[in-house]
């Protein structure tokens, strides 16, 4: 009897970390793929105008990021973009767990991006 209690409590917290673990790397990945996207299609924009979208994609994935840790650079059609933070995850109830995590997107694109502070 006990031993299939403490079985029962390990798949419970196994199934508990999981299930966390999920609810913090899911919206990351989404928004990896929406910054991605976005740059992949940012046509005419400029960097800051990326910059705002991403921004948009962080609230919109309730993902922790502090704007003044996204890069966004291009060189005639290749657009870089960086970003980095800190997740905490609830691995096992009361105890977190303070998970680093990075995007780096690297696009190639056929429309060369507008210079920063030029006119449309």
């Known amino acids: 009897?006990?031993?299939?209690?403490?079985k029962l409590a390990v798949v419970a917290l196994v199934a508990n970390a999981?299930?966390?673990?999920?609810?913090?790397?899911?919206p990351h990945f989404k928004l990896k793929d929406g910054i991605?996207?976005?740059t992949l299609h940012r046509e005419r924009m400029t960097d800051e105008e990326l910059t705002?979208?991403?921004?948009?994609?962080?609230?919109?994935y309730d993902v922790p990021v502090d704007p003044a840790k996204i890069s966004v650079t291009?060189?005639?059609?290749?657009?870089?973009v960086d970003l980095?933070?800190?997740r905490?995850?609830?691995?096992?109830?009361?105890f977190f767990y303070t998970?680093?995590?990075s995007i780096h997107v690297d696009v190639l694109t056929f429309i060369s991006p507008v210079p920063s502070g030029a006119p449309k």
Do not use: C
Not at 1 to 6: A, D, N, P, Q, V
Not at 18 to 26: D, I, L, M, R, V
Not at 74 to 80: A, E, I, K, L, Y
Not at 88 to 94: D, M, T, W
């Open 1 to 6: 009897m006990i031993r299939t209690l403490l």
């Open 18 to 26: 999981t299930w966390h673990a999920f609810g913090a790397f899911s």
């Open 36 to 38: 991605q996207y976005a």
């Open 52 to 60: 705002d979208k991403i921004l948009e994609l962080v609230a919109q």
């Open 74 to 80: 291009h060189s005639n059609m290749q657009t870089v």
């Open 84 to 86: 980095s933070y800190v």
């Open 88 to 94: 905490k995850i609830e691995l096992v109830p009361g």
């Open 99 to 101: 998970q680093p995590l």
